[in-house]
């Protein structure tokens, strides 16, 4: 079915300036961190739970889950309602999620909770969708890469904080910060100016089975939707089990070795602005495929980690500037297909993204349970391959000769 026509007042074009543009960067990066917190955390988690490694690898599990669930359920109002209006609510939800976090007496409750953060800790995403409608079409992927670098920053250092807080605090503590950031970010927020606004709202329910008929008339947005969910599953693999790895080095590293991990890929996450830059002067498809090839380079480089751990930093610097790259230059190439339909076309391609982390997650655990740390580098290795094969389908299905029909 064809989303109703829209009509939208002119006033409601606020104009995004420099200082705006921050703030959504700095909300994307404090928000997003809340969702991550927890993968630095995990062994300290499962001695408080007295749990297995493997069943407290649900936890990050489940938040991604829970993230891929709110944005086919609840992103898609982003077409019909005040975007700053879902930001606001998103934020303060957060907070008062890592609260119950924080206080979780079971592993059952703090999996739950995980869940109903990630459902609705949805403003890293809102706000990059918030940011590209108001720039300039000329400046979407400079915005979107600016924004997402918040983004990245905030995923990353978010580990890092994680680790070194956890290990001199306690891991409950990490969550009692968490909350307090959101609270100051959420009033900080009050300065967003309002988005603009349809004249006639869109059922929820057609809203959602729009999403059907958009994802079946537009291959590109399949495309780039299965790119990111390979790509993002590769990065969860990693994430998902390198504290394990390092625990179960010679040297039986902790958490904050995990947290100087974090500095390393957040120098590789200075590849989301210059992929944005990239992607609006050049072939989006080869910005792409030249990060993903990084991507998969470093799955191959990880595995010479157990001669030297400075493999594995190097690895870990471009693993992340891939992931980065690749994932911005899969939202600049999307956000650039229908200003109308921008909340849906997010929802769509971070349901799959998202989704792919959840599976990447479960994927890395599973080999990591089973064949240790070979099972995870392999593992990433080959989602990293099927992305750049993605990618470039079109491309080979072109070269290929077309056989003659015959004419007798």
């Not at 690898?57 to 309602?81: C, F, H, K, N, R």
């Not at 959101?182 to 004249?199: D, M, R, W, Y």
């Not at 891939?322 to 650039?336: A, D, F, L, P």
């Not at 200003?339 to 990447?360: C, D, H, N």
């Amino acid at each position: 079915m064809q989303p109703r026509p829209r009509v939208v007042s002119a006033r409601a074009h606020p104009r995004l300036t420099t200082g705006l543009t921050w703030l959504l960067a700095l909300t994307a990066g404090v928000t997003v961190a809340n969702i991550y917190y927890n993968q630095s955390l995990l062994p300290d988690m499962a001695r408080a739970f007295q749990v297995t490694d493997a069943v407290v690898g649900y936890v990050p599990m489940l938040t991604q889950l829970g993230y891929a669930a709110g944005l086919l359920l609840i992103v898609p109002l982003a077409d019909s309602m005040d975007r700053r209006r879902l930001i606001l609510l998103s934020t303060l939800g957060a907070a008062l999620m890592m609260v119950a976090i924080a206080l979780a007496p079971t592993l059952w409750i703090a999996t739950c909770a995980s869940f109903l953060l990630g459902l609705i800790g949805l403003s890293p995403i809102l706000v990059v969708a918030f940011g590209a409608t108001l720039a300039e079409p000329e400046r979407r992927g400079r915005t979107v890469g600016l924004i997402m670098g918040g983004l990245l920053v905030g995923v990353l250092f978010s580990r890092t904080a994680a680790g070194f807080i956890g290990a001199l605090l306690g891991w409950r503590d990490v969550f009692w910060i968490g909350a307090g950031l959101s609270l100051l970010n959420t009033v900080a927020l009050l300065k967003l100016p309002h988005s603009p606004q349809p004249a006639e709202s869109i059922p929820y329910f057609e809203l959602l089975k729009s999403l059907a008929g958009l994802i079946r008339r537009e291959a590109a947005l399949r495309r780039h939707a299965l790119i990111g969910a390979l790509g993002f599953g590769a990065f969860s693999a990693f994430w998902t089990t390198l504290a394990f790895y390092l625990a179960d080095r010679p040297e039986h590293y902790g958490g904050r070795m995990v947290g100087l991990f974090g500095f390393v890929a957040m120098a590789g996450a200075a590849a989301a602005p210059i992929s944005g830059r990239l992607s609006d002067r050049h072939s989006a498809q080869w910005v792409n495929g030249t990060f993903l090839a990084l991507m998969a380079v470093s799955f191959l480089m990880m595995g010479l980690a157990g001669y030297s751990l400075l493999w594995l930093v190097a690895a870990v610097f471009l693993m992340d500037a891939g992931t980065q790259g690749s994932h911005i230059s899969n939202q600049t190439r999307i956000m650039g297909m229908n200003v109308e339909l921008r909340g849906r076309i997010t929802s769509v391609y971070m349901v799959s993204y998202f989704l792919g982390g959840a599976l990447g997650s479960a994927v890395g655990s599973h080999a990591w349970a089973r064949w240790h740390w070979p099972g995870v580098w392999i593992s990433g290795a080959v989602m990293a391959g099927l992305g750049l094969v993605t990618l470039f389908a079109e491309n080979l299905r072109a070269a290929l000769p077309v056989p003659a029909r015959s004419t007798g």
